[in-house]
């Protein structure tokens, strides 16, 4: 049973550029969240998605933006990139329960450096 | 605004002593608390969690302790192995309807285990 993926395990951008980071959950599971990680920092919650749609979000600007697929994969995107958003991005996938806490799921992360 | 915080940044230990890490945590309101575990060049790993109801939890090795008066969070290795060098993050859970709507992580503690 494969566990979070995501793609690519590294990335080299320049400055104003786009880019766009691949998630795809451990089986079973239909929410997804996103952070960054800062070297040297704890993750920093993006935004999280379920059901297609955006659920919450932290305090990141509308330059990252997000998208879930019917199979429950997702996506981020940011534009216009700085050099600030050199960083591990985390895709975290869970399946909430009921009246049982689940556990989240991380991925191995994708590292972005902005030049 | 809403933080979660460590006491210390860096922790040495012997192998086979005990561990205890510390947390501390702004938001009366956080009902689910987490301690992750984060090994160079991975994502975080759940290791243990705890609700607001509870102030002591055991799992294998590992107790964490939760004290809502002064809104504190320790985790306790035993017998730690050279295998938990990692850096440990506390995270809280806030608000929204399930386990992981919004996870704020604090800025973690490198332990080091001295063989």
């Known amino acids: 049973d494969a566990g979070v993926t995501q793609s690519p395990t590294h990335l080299i951008k320049t400055r104003g550029q786009q880019v766009t980071l691949r998630c795809s959950p451990k089986?079973?599971?239909?929410?997804v969240s996103w952070y960054q990680q800062a070297l040297g920092q704890g993750p920093q919650f993006i935004f999280q998605y379920y059901e297609e749609e955006e659920r919450q979000r932290g305090n990141f600007p509308d330059r990252f933006s997000g998208h879930q697929f019917p199979n429950y994969s997702s996506e981020l995107n940011v534009n216009a990139l700085l050099l600030g958003d050199s960083a591990l991005y985390l895709c975290a996938s869970s399946r909430p329960g009921t009246s049982q806490l689940d556990t989240q799921y991380f991925g191995p992360g994708t590292r972005l450096t902005v030049l | 605004g809403e933080s979660v915080g460590l006491h210390l940044p860096t922790l040495s230990v012997q192998e086979g002593d005990n561990s205890i890490i510390n947390c501390a945590y702004s938001?009366?309101?956080?009902?689910?608390f987490i301690w992750y575990k984060q090994e160079s060049g991975k994502g975080p790993q759940f290791i243990i969690d705890?609700?607001?109801?509870?102030d002591k939890r055991q799992g294998q090795r590992v107790t964490v302790l939760l004290n809502k008066t002064v809104k504190h969070l320790s985790l306790q290795i035993a017998a730690t192995q050279p295998g938990d060098s990692a850096v440990y993050f506390c995270a809280e859970n806030i608000g929204g309807k399930t386990s992981y709507d919004k996870v704020i992580f604090g800025p973690g503690t490198s332990l080091s285990v001295i063989p």
């Open positions: 089986s079973g599971h239909d929410t």
């Open positions: 705890i609700r607001s109801n509870m």
């Open positions: 938001n009366s309101a956080s009902d689910y």
